[in-house]
Antibody, heavy 121, light 107 residues
Framework: EVQLLESGGGLVQPGGSLRVSCAAS????????MTWVRQAPGKGLEWVSS????????YFADFVKGRFTLSRDNSKNTLHLQLNSLRTEDTAVYYC??????????????WGQGTTVIVSS | DIQMTQSPSSLSASVGDRVTITCQAS??????LNWYQHKPGQAPKVLIY???TVEKGVSSRFSGSGSGTHFTFTIISLQPEDIATYYC?????????FGGGTKVEIK
């Protein structure tokens, strides 16, 4: 069974940093692109970032460019989203999702339960 | 950016009713569209991909249609367990974008 388990969320002050991670199991992690999507309180789903299966290709929403970085360790079946220069508007549940293909833009098929990031002083 | 306009934003229907949600893309996205079901506290679940293909294990009472810019999602016979918010999402181009969501309630 394909499973994705996010971790690393928490409370951080504005301007601070946090790393959220996604542990994958049940599939050959290195064969698939991965994506992060977030949902702010009371809002809809919002795409954050995606990465190709082997990692060199990353894509970011304009509102996180230059602040967030995305990496993966295929030997450990783990995805990492580094959140820097955090703003109150980054408060959200962050979901990781598996893509259907080696590169993004094939659509996602399985999502994790999410990890909550709260940016507040 | 491709804008996804989803309607209605909410609806209330009776058990057994046919429910239809529409999604309009601001430009041609071919059939690169997912439909998701999202219940509070749970992971979003893909119901339909490539606009009309029902995901494995998903009830046949869910269906999708459309291509280009106009898409439709249908619940053939609404059940109590279908209470959720439903989203469309295009994956034709970056940034990947979602519709605003449709909250479905039982009347």
């Amino acid at each position: 069974e394909v499973q994705l388990l996010e971790s690393g969320g928490g409370l951080v002050q504005p301007g601070g940093s946090l790393r959220v991670s996604c542990a994958a199991s049940g599939f050959t992690f290195g064969d698939y692109a991965m994506t992060w999507v977030r949902q702010a309180p009371g809002k809809g789903l919002e795409w954050v970032s995606s990465i190709s299966h082997s990692g060199p290709n990353t894509y970011f929403a304009d509102f996180v460019k230059g602040r967030f970085t995305l990496s993966r360790d295929n030997s450990k079946n783990t995805l990492h989203l580094q959140l820097n220069s955090l703003r109150t508007e980054d408060t959200a549940v962050y979901y990781c999702a598996k893509e259907r293909g080696a590169y993004p833009r094939y659509g996602t098929d399985v999502w994790g339960q999410g990890t909550t990031v709260i940016v507040s002083s | 950016d491709i804008q996804m306009t989803q309607s209605p934003s909410s609806l209330s229907a009776s058990v057994g009713d046919r429910v239809t949600i529409t999604c309009q893309a601001s430009q041609d996205i071919s059939n690169y569209l997912n439909w998701y079901q999202h219940k509070p506290g749970q992971a979003p679940k893909v119901l339909i991909y490539d606009a009309s293909t029902v995901e494995k294990g998903v009830s046949s009472r869910f269906s999708g249609s459309g291509s280009g810019t106009h898409f439709t999602f249908t619940i053939i016979s609404l059940q109590p367990e279908d209470i959720a918010t439903y989203y469309c999402q295009q994956y034709d181009d970056f940034p990947l974008t979602f519709g605003g969501g449709t909250k479905v309630e039982i009347k």
